[in-house]
């Protein structure tokens, strides 16, 4: 059976135990312990009763490859509190590229534009918790029906609650079915966590571009700090991309910070040799080490080059009485 999910936050290569689970992101942990306990004991096998080996044994599978681990994830505290701010995070970040990513769910659209958003939240995954998994060959679908209301909901409260615009699209057109090990897609199982490919629908290298041309606009308005957690979500998506490390070199740069501007670009001209942010700025890095060195070199003293007292000729000079070749034959009274 196939645990594929490329909808709502596993979008963002983010494994949402929450939607796996069937809880808000909010949810407290006796809730979530509450639900852990009747999913496992739906999935159990005494549960099922009558139905076929075949139903029992992917009732097995959902159970120890995607319940089990989320609720592990969730029940530990310090996990748990540490996932609750990257959750966060993943909701800003989704906020800042709402144009690129699509919901295909009734639920999430209608969830983007509510007026109440905490209690059309909390109505709309208590409904598709109840169906999820009654039926094991539904169960993906209604997780990834889960994501994308937690995604609108982390959105819209990144947002202080206004509406989202984003790209929605007929739930027909859902990828999170199909089969693994296809293009980009990503499955879930003990190997690993469960994560997306692309992002709404655009590839890889468009998505980061767009972070990689807000931080350009922000560099030129000196504002690094910004430009650098742009190109970090970036990197996030795709630490390969040598126009992020090129972008991070420049702002090192930009901020004297020479040492790792040359690292930046070194991480860039890794990835694509060719990059003209980089090459240029390896160039200046160089020129800037090397006037660094020539500055520090220990000129010379010239106490140590001329030691004569001021006023007297050194010896050997012709005008010294005491040595040289006129010294030697006339220095001396007879």
Request: aromatic share 6%.
């Amino acid at each position: 059976m196939s645990f594929q999910i490329d909808r709502g936050l596993f979008k963002l290569d983010f494994t949402d135990h929450h939607a796996i689970l069937g809880v808000p992101v909010d949810a407290e942990f006796k809730d979530i312990r509450k639900r852990y306990l009747r999913i496992a004991k739906g999935l159990h096998p005494d549960s099922l009763g009558t139905e076929s080996t075949t139903h029992k044994q992917q009732a097995n599978e959902v159970l120890s490859k995607l319940v089990n681990p989320a609720y592990e994830k969730l029940s530990q505290e310090k996990e748990r509190i540490e996932y609750s701010v990257l959750i966060k995070l993943k909701g800003q970040q989704a906020l800042r590229m709402q144009d690129s990513l699509e919901v295909y769910s009734e639920l999430a659209k209608q969830l983007s534009r509510a007026s109440d958003v905490d209690s059309s939240y909390k109505s709309a995954i208590s409904q598709l918790a109840e169906q999820q998994y009654q039926a094991i060959d539904q169960a993906i679908e209604l997780t990834a029906q889960i994501s994308e209301l937690n995604l609108i909901y982390l959105m819209r409260k990144a947002g202080k609650g206004e509406e989202i615009r984003m790209g929605t699209k007929p739930l027909a057109t859902s990828t999170s079915s199909q089969t693994a090990g296809t293009g980009s897609q990503n499955t879930a199982g003990s190997t690993g966590p469960l994560t997306g490919g692309s992002v709404g629908g655009t590839s890889r290298s468009a998505l980061v571009e767009q972070y990689c041309k807000r931080a350009e606009d922000l560099i030129a308005k000196n504002q690094f700090a910004k430009a650098t957690l742009e190109l970090r979500d970036a990197l996030q998506i795709d630490p390969k991309y040598s126009r992020c490390h090129s972008l991070e070199g420049k702002i090192y740069l930009m901020q004297g910070n020479v040492k790792l501007a040359g690292i930046s670009f070194d991480r860039a001209l890794k990835f694509n040799p060719e990059d003209p942010i980089a090459l240029d700025g390896k160039q200046r890095v160089e020129k800037r080490s090397g006037q660094a060195s020539g500055a520090t070199q220990k000129k010379p003293d010239p106490k140590a080059t001329n030691s004569t007292p001021p006023g007297k000729a050194k010896p050997g000079d012709p005008k010294s009485g005491g040595g040289g070749l006129f010294g030697g034959l006339f220095g001396k009274k007879k």
